[in-house]
């Protein structure tokens, strides 16, 4: 129980005792051995230091464990002040792991080497007791072995998580808070490396990406994962054909990307992937799952240094080992991710009014600017992206619903042309010609053969549409206007083909606002 001194009661300034209480405490705690009346007493002193009329007014408050406390002087000076320190920010789990992560490998190592060589230097007598004793205790090692599994299970169960938009059941590790920190030290990074590349913020290039993301994102905004985030834009002068967005909302466009695209519809279409991985949180899930593999690996990993009889054979295994798990788990997990960041950023596009169908005519694009310019094509097995012709058919199946969701959005109607139509058309004339140009032999100076180069596939974003700065001034009132077709071929080859260029007509439109 605490008693208050007479002197408190009698302070005329009792009353103004809660307005100051926010004064400098200072709290001094102490056991008092006097008499053996006060043996076990402890006396706790708070001053209450509050500005009263110009001075200061102290208070004693005493609280007593088995006997009443005595009358008499018991100010008693107090040690210290109670303070907050700023708060220690701890590294983000992320970077902890990727810090880890070639550590354990090494540990795993030394103590599969270390098992090996203990083994070799036992002799035989040594390693039949070895052997006696393991049997013996088998079923307690398998009984060990099984809770080790259980604690894994356990583990992995009470980390899954239901991704936000396509509702799957996914493992994830590191939180969003630890990501998003994680996040920042890469964006950092990245504006480290690319600050004498980025493209100045009044350059057209760089406006229409702005525009085209906040347009998706004013399009979208009743999904709480794309509201919640800043979308910041970076526009980055190199040759890469190469597009991200970082989880913290840093999108960042490379200009090699800018010459590859035909039109706004498919820039919208892959801004709305990259977006999507950011919204899906696939950073942080690809991050989790190659986590787990590692841990589980390192089981592995000690085996192999264990059993191999020699450091060469033991090398071959850990590499052998690492490459199964990259094959097997790792870029089939990619893949996957890629697939439906596909599907849900083209519903993000479909949202924006953007023509969806011309999805799959970039990923033909692609194929045809790769097969010109003869640069090799990894097999679909050793990527960790989809194949250009697999992602055409999975886009070309998930068009019809997102043409229905767009139409629920309100958005104005789309020409009767297909893009997709037109590309095909377009390649064929372009194949026909290099056939004609080839079997009327070198003498035709004036149709020279078409050269398998990458300039030979003009797909550069329009300057027309580059040139349009203006942000849409209304979401709810886009409608679409003529523009570029979306196509990757000559453009004399598109005019000598009549069928071609009514379909180039009445396909030439971009994503516009009005008020």
Known sequence: MALLCGSLFRSSHFSLLSSHLIGNLRVCRRAVYPQSSWRNTIRTSVRLRASLSGRTTSYQIYSKATAPLPCGPVLTPCGHYFHTSARLRALPAPLIWMIIKPLQKIMAIILGRSIRKWWVALPDNRRQLVRKYAWQKRWHLAGGAGVAIMIVALFLLTHLDESPLTGRTRLLVFSKENYMEMAALTSDAYMEEYAELLVPVT???HQVVER???????????IPEVSDISWTVHVVQSPSVNAFVLPNGNVFMFTGMLEAIADVHQ?????G??????LLGHAAEQASVSHVLELLSVVLLIAI???????????LGHWVQGKLRELLFQRPFSRKLEAEADQVGLQLAAKACADVRAGPVFWQQMELRDQLSGEPTLPEWLSTHPSHRNRVAQLDRLIPEALELRERCVCPALPATDPRDVFSKSVRVLLENTREQRSEGPERGDKPLLTRSPTSVPTRLPAAFLAQTAL???PDADHLSKGPVPAAVPERVMAAHATATAAEEGSQHVLQSTS
């Open 305 to 315: 240094w264990a059993m191999c009889p020699h450091d060469s054979l033991s090398m």
């Open 203 to 205: 350059d057209p290039r």
């Open 472 to 474: 849409p001034s209304s």
């Open 267 to 271: 820039l919208t279409i892959i801004l």
């Open 273 to 278: 992937h990259e977006m999507a991985h950011a």
């Open 212 to 222: 085209v993301v906040q347009h998706l994102a004013q399009r979208n905004k009743d």
